[in-house]
């Protein structure tokens, strides 16, 4: 995925694009950048790896108490050397993050078919219906104590722990699970689940048909721009055209963001031309990228929701819809995230998140830290459908 562009979020999202939503050894913090002149003259490389080494020895030899590993050493100055350039888009992601990560924005990964949730007695399996955890017997309830021979303990993160159970589809997995029925003793029990390619679908659609006046309404909820989308949104436009929808409800709530290809192909996808958002680079020059002819859904109705978890890629969609009149906006501000980054992927499967450039929507606003305020706002806790649906008949008139 090296040079692969993604509109992660925020940085919190380490999960997961992001776009939206981190970088990961080999190990790149020993090729330093040189600093400026220092007060006595150029600080060399090789003077900055001194004091680099000149710490980890004094820690080594000094400090009192359970020392880290050499990796996690180095992942912590990688991680604090990013944290430098202030930027909370441009962060480090160690390899188990960002193994989930990929697997996120892939729509897909080599798995067992069950949820994971941390409890009182530790890590419990919720396996899903008709997967190869469900087919190799696990039950609701089991509580995983090692995966592969490794324990897990209740102290260890998720991500840790899915990393461990994750893997390529067609491989096994030998999980030790303890299961406590009601008014027996608890006990051990090992089984072998073959994993399978389990998908992650960013989006779902209905017809609005609970009633007459909302019969020909088609909801599509999105939550994720991933690698799917865009098959998704074509299925789903398909699909609910062929049930009798007419007007649609694009919900882009609590949509972080994913990966920018992704937004301008969905966004194309609803516009026949025109810009859909221009990127400029820290140099100023710039690249605009535009719709082509043909509509998914023609020139149905259209309105987006969207509120402050909307954000990225989403903001990217929701921007070009708005400006260019061919949607209303539903709901409340969105996060207002205006930046591009770049993943390099690292030789341990770690990555670097960049930031790399900002972009503008079509009528040249830039929305970093400001987000995009809804045509039509809906009190925080109101259900915001409602809302939406009212305003398709408004869409439709202007669009006459």
């Not at 589809?169 to 027996?184: I, S, Y």
């Amino acid at each position: 995925m090296a040079g692969r562009r993604m509109l992660a979020a925020v940085a919190a999202m380490t999960m997961v694009v992001l776009a939206f939503v981190a970088g990961y050894a080999a190990y790149p913090l020993l090729h330093a950048i040189p600093l400026g002149p220092a007060v006595t003259g150029q600080v060399t490389q090789q003077q900055e790896m001194g004091q680099y080494w000149q710490v980890w020895n004094l820690l080594e030899r000094d400090f009192y108490g359970e020392k880290p590993a050499d990796e996690e050493r180095t992942f912590g100055a990688i991680a604090g050397m990013v944290q430098s350039f202030g930027d909370p888009y441009t962060f480090f992601v160690e390899p188990e993050p960002r193994e989930l990560e990929r697997d996120q924005l892939a729509g897909k990964f080599g798995g067992i078919g069950a949820t994971l949730e941390l409890s009182d007695t530790g890590w419990v399996l919720h396996p899903l219906p008709e997967q190869p955890a469900a087919r190799a017997g696990l039950l609701d309830g089991d509580v995983l104590i090692a995966v592969d021979g490794a324990p897990i303990t209740g102290t260890m993160s998720s991500d840790a722990v899915i990393a461990l159970v994750r893997g390529e589809p067609g491989t096994t997995v030998e999980l030790r699970v303890r299961r406590a029925a009601p008014g027996e003793a608890a006990q051990e029990l090992e089984f072998s689940v073959t994993r399978a390619e389990i998908e992650t679908p960013s989006m779902e659609w209905r017809l609005l048909d609970d009633s007459p006046q909302t019969a020909d309404v088609g909801y599509i909820r999105h939550t994720l721009f991933s690698e799917r989308s865009a098959d998704e949104m074509r299925r789903a436009v398909e699909e609910l055209q062929a049930a009798g929808a007419h007007r649609f409800v694009w919900d882009l709530r609590g949509n972080p963001g994913g990966l920018l290809n992704i937004a301008v192909e969905l966004a194309d996808m609803w516009l026949d031309d025109g810009v859909i958002l221009t990127e400029e680079k820290a140099d100023g020059t710039r690249k605009v990228f535009s719709a082509t002819p043909g509509q998914a859904a023609g020139t149905a109705p259209l309105v987006v929701i969207v509120d402050g978890g909307s954000a990225s890629a989403s903001e990217i969609v929701a921007g070009a819809l708005h400006d260019h009149g061919r949607a209303q906006l539903v709901g409340s501000k969105t996060y207002g995230k205006g930046s591009v980054q770049l993943i390099h992927e690292l030789a341990d499967r770690s990555s670097l998140h960049v930031t790399t450039a900002q972009w503008f929507t079509p009528d040249g606003t830039q929305i970093s830290g400001q987000g995009l305020a809804p045509d039509i706002a809906v009190a925080e806790g109101d259900d915001p459908l409602p809302a939406a649906v009212a305003a398709l008949p408004m869409v439709q008139e202007a669009r006459k």
